[in-house]
């Protein structure tokens, strides 16, 4: 057995494992030495940009990935503590192939990287990270061509205020009226964006909003809460917060801070589908604008987003493209479609704009201005995008997926829906009147014993009697929510 068994922690889409147990610097050395010759070297690079996030192993295990880098003969330019956006933008500002250390929402004891092609084009198995895994494990084992060549070069960058400005330039916020919003950064990197891009630490003038800071002290210990704003019990100070001041909305960013999640004037969160209704709706309308018909926009949403997402983006008269949910799904879908912006329903929002590559900011962004521009609260502003009832992500565990799937499927079997296997197992029963309109998702973990299951319905008494028949059936009445 190896020392380091990089199957066991280098996953579909990125590397995220116990540090040092699993990540260690000679583990970041190999992955970046084979990153820089299965990637960027043998598609013509000369270059890789690489940041990292606040925790405490992350400045050592990024400089010894860009070592690694540089002994294949690559430049290296380290841009520091970023978000994982900052990261994606300095990729495709600068045309590089990109290296980010983060473990986003998880414990401090992880730590991990999310590697990019020049212009953020994403990396997974499928892409190359296979054999950037197989050909780092040879190096690591002693097996692998220790090459002799020119070192390349390493210089720092300071990026912050180019992505600053640059997400400014997408989304006017100089004219909206006045805004207070509540910022939970989770000590996560939002606390080094928000105030480069909203405020005024990278030199830009002030705009129209009052931040109050929750956590903005970069730590990755994450001291208050999880940085994983997905996750309920994380949400409840920024809540309390907008309430207490009176604050005309909450933002919370994870520990990367390319997801955002918003909550409206009254504490209440704000789903990421109607997010992505919201912003689908100014994205279309700002392409109109410009003189492009409605029918050839595209919005890419994924398989388990509101109901309410594809009939919004119908009713623009704009083109819905249904994809699986993951990135590099949405992100794949997105170039294909050239589509302008894509929403997943656990809050990571892709933009053409920005190399279509999520981040969380410019979401954000978008929100401030759709609320600013008018004066109804936020609430009333998402009435629009939420008309129906949903149950939220479900795990359960289950000794076998398919039979468990399979089960599901029978008991549908008389129930008049539509059956799609895009991503899993999708029922949609269309309604009528008196019949109200439901669907289901049911998704097989890749990584463990999970079957995880979405409900929307027209109404909550019905949405909780599909959502419960299911996980009968899923759980033979035994298990338990994981």
Partial sequence: MPPHNLAEFVKAYDVRGLVPEQLDVDVA????????????????????VIGHDMRATSPELSRAFGAGVASRGIDVTHIGLASTDGLYFASGHLDLAGAMFTASHNPAAYNGIK????????????????????????????????????????????????????????????????????????????????PAVLETAAGLPALPLEVVPLYFELDGTFPNHEAN??????????????????????????????????????GEPVSPSAITGLIATREVG??????TPASDVAIVHNAITSAQVPEVIADLGAKAVRTRVGHSFIKGEMARADAVFGGEHSAHYYFRDFWFADTGMLAAMHVLAALGEQDAPLSALMEDYTAY??????????DDQAA????????????????????????????????????????????EPLLRLNVEAADADTMAAIRDDVLSVVRGDTREDS
Avoid at 122 to 131: E, F, I, M, R, S
Wanted: hydrophobic residues 40%.
């Fill in 286 to 291: 700002r392409e109109v604008a410009a003189g």
């Fill in 29 to 48: 050395w190999a992955i970046g030495a084979a990153f820089a010759e299965v990637v960027i070297a043998r598609e013509g690079g000369t270059g890789c």
């Fill in 115 to 194: 590697l990019c092609r020049p212009g953020a084009r994403p990396v997974g198995q499928d892409t190359g990270l296979a054999d950037v895994r197989d050909l780092a494990q040879e190096l690591l084992d002693g097996t692998g061509e220790m090459r002799d060549e020119e070192e390349g070069t390493s210089t720092d960058r300071d990026v912050l205020a180019d992505y600053a400005a640059f997400l400014r330039g997408l989304v006017d916020l100089s004219g909206i009226r006045p805004l207070k919003v509540v910022v939970d950064a989770g000590n996560g990197m939002g606390g080094h964006t928000v």
């Fill in 404 to 447: 468990s799937t399979d089960a599901v499927r029978a008991w549908a079997s008389d129930k008049d829906v539509e059956v799609d296997e895009l991503d899993g197992l999708t029922l949609t029963h269309a309604g009528g009147e008196g019949d109200p309109m439901w669907w289901l998702n049911l998704r097989a973990s890749n990584t």
């Fill in 389 to 398: 009832v949903a149950s939220g992500e479900i795990n359960s565990t289950v």
């Fill in 229 to 266: 704003p997905l996750e309920p019990e994380n949400l409840r100070d920024l809540q309390a917060a907008v309430v207490e001041h009176g604050a005309d909305l909450g933002l919370a960013f994870d520990g990367d801070a390319d997801r955002c999640f918003v909550v409206d004037e009254r």
